[in-house]
């Protein structure tokens, strides 16, 4: 169980998370939802290790990985697929996923594994991740942050731009990530994908957290969405 | 001498001016590439290679040879070694900031140079090459029965020469192996690339930083050790290499190590033949004239990408 209590944090003198607090269970997918801007990328970073906390601490399964330097928070078992893919771009498909590999590290038949979930990307070894196209590279991104066995599975807007069949692929593993017991954090802004497949939700509005439902509850009571994302 | 074997002799010069010239330039490249830090002190480290070279020699003064070899060992380590501290120390307190470490590694040069004049002194000194033959280098000509070689007076390299040439063209292919082939490269990759994403995989990034910025300080320094029986060591001798080292990394495209070894060839080769066929100032006006051309046209230099 991933838990943040009562997080500050930002960019140098810019404070953007206020005392945020949220919990991520096992084999749960729970949503971020919130405006642009309202701090959900930020969220993830904290998350990572890689903005500095001013309050508050975050554990996972009790350990408190907010102290830890950021290189050592992954080798706990965190997998991040960050806004933007933000591949190595002039490494080859391979070498991407050979540095997933050595997070932990883990051992080989974790790439066979990884591979048969992303066949694609299995005839695409040799080439540079720049080359890639959108969805090859979403899928890449998120074969990177398998890699590594995650416990946690961070995926800031792993749809942003895709077309609706790669879409479904990518949901199929979060699926099937979930039935495997690893807890997810999703953001996400498309909300019938968040709608078919989330348990929780968490609304953010300015680095705070405004509120929290199950998804259930969210579908029989639509107007929360509309106070706290206007749609 | 005719023109000819002149030619054959300058070039051996620039030649050897441009394997030390890779060497060194190749560090202050991959410094910049990784880092994003235009490390201005990196002729400082060149100086103490050569500095540390006379100290090893004279310290164990026993055979040329073994001084030799021992300083070639010793002296890349020590440079590498306060490089890494002045990057634990220093830099990384600046986060790394572009304008802020280029202030600081001016702090950094006046150090080393101010440290080195104090406890080295003003003198230049040599150190004995570990071995100096000379090999007279035969030329052709038209004779009466067809094409002839022979030995023109004064036409020969010494051995040493060429094993600059040769040790400065072996590491750099180790450089080059280091970086495709191996892990460490791959991760220094991955931290140049995108040092967020490298923590977020479990690089450590700081570590990475220690390890390049003492490599890089590493290749200056064996380029000041192989220099110094040809040239001897001096307290000042770390400013004119730093300049044309910034002339080749900007020619050859900031962050490639081919374009500046093709780099370090043009403008060695050429700092070579034009100071013995004319002057070293007209090779140096040159050269920089050179880099503006660069600038203008090709701004990323020779083999540099365009940035994104
Ligand atoms: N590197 C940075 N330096 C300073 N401020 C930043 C930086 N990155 C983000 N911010 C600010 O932090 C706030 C939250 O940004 P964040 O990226 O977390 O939003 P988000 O919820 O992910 O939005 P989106 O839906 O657009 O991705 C914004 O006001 C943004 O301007
Ligand atoms: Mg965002």
Known sequence: MLELDGIDAGYGPVQVLRGLSLTARPGEITCLLGRNGAGKTTTMKAIMGLLPLTAGRITLEGEDISRLPAHEVPKRGIGYIPQGRRLFSELTVAQNLEIGMRVRPSPPQVLTRVLELFPRLADRMGQRAETLSGGEQQMLATARALCLEPRVLLLDEPTEGLQPSMIEAIRQVVVRMKSEGVAILLVEQRLDAVMSSADRVVFIENGQVRDNADAADLRARPEMLKRYLGV | MDFGPHLLLAAIEGAVTAAVLALMAAGLSLVFGVMRVVNVAHGEFYMLGAVLAWVVASTLGAHPALGFVAALAIAPL??????????????????????????????????????????????????????????????????????????????????????????????????????????????????????????????????????????????????????????????????????????????????????????????????????????PTLAKIIATLLVAFVLVFRPQGLMGKPPR
């Open chain 2, 78 to 279: 020590i440079v590498g070694a306060v490089a890494a501290a002045a990057d634990m120390t220093v830099l990384k307190r600046l986060d790394y900031d572009p304008e802020r470490t280029i202030v600081a590694t001016i702090g950094l040069l006046y150090i080393l140079q101010q440290l080195t004049l104090m406890g080295y002194g003003p003198e230049a000194r040599p150190v004995a090459p570990p071995f100096n033959q000379r090999l007279a280098l035969p030329w052709v000509e038209w004779g009466d029965g067809g094409v002839q070689l022979y030995w023109p007076w004064g036409l020969s390299v010494t051995t040493y020469k060429l094993f600059v040439i040769g040790a400065a063209g072996a590491v750099l292919a180790g450089l080059w192996a280091l970086m495709t082939r191996t892990r460490i490269g791959l991760v220094m990759r991955a931290t140049q690339l995108d040092g967020e994403m490298a923590l977020a995989f479990g690089i450590p990034v700081e570590r990475v930083y220690a390890g390049v910025f003492g490599l890089g300080a590493a290749l200056a320094a064996l380029a000041g050790v192989l220099i110094v029986p040809i040239q001897q060591a001096h307290y000042l001798m770390g400013g004119d290499a730093l300049l044309l080292s910034f002339i080749v990394v900007i020619i050859g495209g900031l962050g490639s190590l081919a374009g500046t070894v093709i780099a370090a060839i043009l403008i060695g080769m050429s700092d070579g033949i034009i100071s013995v066929f004319f002057s």
